[in-house]
């Protein structure tokens, strides 16, 4: 027996067929992580910060998409580098406004998973926008009981001159730069970190600040092929169109990392998750 198809019928089949080849690739994709590793050329720092390297792991959105499995492979991928510094850019819960605690307790396999990570110069946290959008105050609660520093438009000051200082989500924070840095070492280069690469908005005048480490943009998470054009990417047009290392000004970098985990759909095209290990080198 044929059947016969419409001519509408048969765009349907083809539009249905891509989507569920499209969507199993992704998904296929959305598992694929890989380690980002950069070296930034700092002038003018010290020699004895010559080498140092942070690594990098942002976007969990534990309790949507993101396994156990996910998050302890990203979690190995960082620990079997051993960097000086561990930077952890937020979103480590998934939320969608609902502003309660329901969506962290799903996710909190990731704080579990995280209490493995030690670093010899620290381990550094901030909050991301997801994080707010669940019950904020739960997730600050359960990232205090780890072995980590939480930065709510903080720094702190370590070794040869170095500084961390982290800020609270742009969107949702308040996020608040000055803060984070008044009492800071004069002298100390800085590495801020913010979930939002858009905090540089507020620190246009600040060359102290070398570097800027962020997550948040999830590098698109689906781009189409050939155009590299992600659909949509929540931040500022300059950080739509690339993940990784950008000059900011001539005095400063930032670096955007794809993170772990995915939002709204299980997929990743052309966008692989990452985790990131940055070397800073003297010139
Ligand atoms: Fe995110």
């Keep these: 027996m044929t059947i016969k198809l419409s001519r509408r019928a048969w765009i349907r089949t083809i539009i249905y067929s891509s ?12 598992k694929r992580l890989e ?3 950069l070296d930034v050329p700092l002038r003018g720092v010290s020699k004895k910060l010559d080498g140092l390297t942070i690594g990098v792991m942002s976007d969990f959105h534990a309790g949507a998409f993101t396994t156990r499995g996910d998050i302890t492979r990203a979690v190995r991928a960082i620990e ?5 510094l561990i930077a952890l850019l937020g979103d480590y819960v998934d939320g969608a406004y609902s502003h309660s605690s329901r ?8 704080f579990d998973a995280l209490k493995k990570l030690t670093a010899p110069l620290g381990v550094y946290a901030v909050m991301g926008n997801h994080d707010h959008w669940t019950d904020a105050g739960l997730v600050r609660k359960e990232l205090t009981k780890l072995p980590l520093s939480l930065l709510d438009n903080q720094g702190v000051d370590l070794d040869h001159g170095l500084a961390v200082a ?14 984070a840095t008044r009492n800071l070492n004069p002298e100390s ?3 801020m970190l913010s979930h939002n690469p ?5 620190m246009v005048e600040d060359d102290r600040v070398k570097l800027v480490i962020s997550g948040h943009t999830h590098g698109g998470q689906i781009r189409i092929p050939v155009i590299n054009q992600a659909p949509w990417i929540p931040c500022s047009w300059k950080y739509r169109g690339s993940s990784g290392l950008m000059r900011e000004t001539e005095h400063r970098w930032t670096f955007i990392t794809k993170g772990v ?3 709204f759909v299980p997929v990743r095209l052309a966008c692989p998750p990452d985790v990131g290990i940055i070397r800073l080198r003297s010139i």
């Design 189 to 191: 280069v800085i590495v």
């Design 19 to 30: 989507l569920a080849i499209g969507g199993g690739v992704g998904y296929v994709c959305s």
């Design 103 to 110: 969506n962290v307790k799903k996710g909190a396999f990731i």
């Design 80 to 84: 079997s580098e051993k960097p000086d």
């Design 35 to 37: 380690v980002v590793r």
């Design 166 to 179: 982290g800020v609270d989500d742009f969107w949702e924070g308040p996020a608040n730069t000055l803060k």
């Design 261 to 263: 985990g995915t939002f």
């Design 198 to 202: 858009d905090v540089n908005l507020q």
